[in-house]
């Protein structure tokens, strides 16, 4: 893998910020966008631009196949069955909601109940709760260890015949952890539950086989897999999108419409009400290529190569005073590190001792480094920890170890 070939293709690394060559470890976020994006994006603007699935004309026709050209590079790239079992959505949070609302009109009733894990994004926590509210359904949450890993055996306790659906993170956004999904949804299949599965950060690290996972719905963002903003996949089992409701009404999703009776279309138009994100969807696509020119398992070697790099660096940092040393000599770091579960991908939140994150994060940026600190809206998994949030630096494939050694380097003089 040559990374500066691979830099020269992202346009927006080659800036200054603050005066400092621009660092950006913030990935976790948004990933930047590599050339063949945004000239997509362009040149869809610029000879294609026409509205999908309805015209007959040339420019709609253009524009229709290479939408539906994204939709079998997605069928691919995740492993799904049918084409038609990829319904685009805005992003993650889009889908996890069309979820929420659809499977609970169909299958949930008063009683029943959810689990979601305790180290979810919000939008994998408050879709849930409203769907509680609104059905008279509980919601169960999967405990966290010290290490960032999911209780598993507490988790078995959860599930019962009463389970409906478990929603669960495959890749921690916070803590980078990498959940054994496979297992977590075996067991809920015993007990005759459904999983969602939030693949949001998941589907740039890790190679995503949803009928090898068996998962029933598999969610994720283009943006973070080095695609537009505004684009996301739901993937669905069939059967299971089929007995479902529409989410949202309106054009595209309709058979025939008459004022005493409504028929929907077929999978996947069904629950694509409305004319989607065209150019973004079709830029998609060439995100998808880029990521399987370079291989998920290149990708995850470099990156976790990254990650051990700047683990290292950070556990040598060393406060040049004596207030470092305890009573009895012993050594304490002034770094602490949140999420060190043995399987990770390249994310690693922290705190250092005594200095607010925000304030840590002022002074990166000032040197040109991007990270993000806060909650990363994970609330309740920062108060598991007893913290306010972090500071939470998350690699791509595009950074350097070079770059760490400037960001370790940063942290090591607001240490000292
Ligand atoms: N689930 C996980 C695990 C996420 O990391 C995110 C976004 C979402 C869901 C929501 O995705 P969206 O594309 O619909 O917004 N995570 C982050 C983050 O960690 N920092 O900014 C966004």
Known sequence: MNVESIRKQFPILHQEVNGKHLIYFDNAATTQKPLVVINAIKQYYETDNANIHRGIH???????????????????????????????????????????????????????????????????????????????????????????????????????????????????????????????????????????????????????????????????????????????VLYGKRDLLDAMPPYQCGGEMIKEVTFEKTTYNELPYKFEAGTPNIADVIAFKYAIDFVNEIGKEEIRDYENELLNYFVVGANCIRPMVEKGLTLNGEFNSPIRLYGTAKEKVAVQSFVI???????????????????????????????????????????????????????????NRLVN
Request: net charge negative; charged share 20%; glycine share 8%.
């Open 58 to 232: 040339t420019l709609a026709e253009r524009a229709t196949a290479a939408f539906e050209a994204t939709r079998y590079a997605v069928q691919k790239f995740i492993n799904a069955k049918e084409h038609a079992e990829i319904i685009f959505t805005k992003g993650t949070t889009d889908g996890i909601n069309l979820v929420a609302q659809s499977f609970s009109k169909a299958f949930i009733k008063a009683g029943d109940e959810i689990i979601i894990s305790g180290m979810e994004h919000h939008s994998n926590i408050v879709p849930w709760q409203m769907v509680c509210e609104e059905k008279g359904a509980i919601l169960k949450v999967i405990p966290v260890t010290d290490e960032g890993e999911l209780d598993i055996v507490a988790y078995d306790k959860l599930l019962s015949s009463k389970t409906k659906l478990v929603a669960c993170v495959y890749v921690s956004n916070s803590l980078g952890t990498i959940n054994p999904i496979k297992q977590i949804i075996e067991q809920a299949h015993i007990v005759g539950a459904k999983v969602l599965v939030d693949g949001a950060q998941a589907a740039s690290h890790l190679d995503i086989d949803v009928q090898e996972l068996d998962a029933d719905f598999f969610v994720f963002s283009a943006h973070k897999v080095y695609g537009p903003t505004g684009v996301g």
């Open 353 to 411: 001792n005594g200095m607010h994150h925000f304030d840590a994060g002022m002074m990166l940026d000032a040197k040109g480094i991007a990270v993000r600190t806060g909650h990363h809206c994970t609330q309740p998994l920062m108060k598991r920890f007893g913290i306010e949030g972090t500071i939470r630096a998350s690699f791509a494939i595009y950074n350097t170890k070079q770059e760490i050694d400037v960001f370790v380097e940063a942290i």
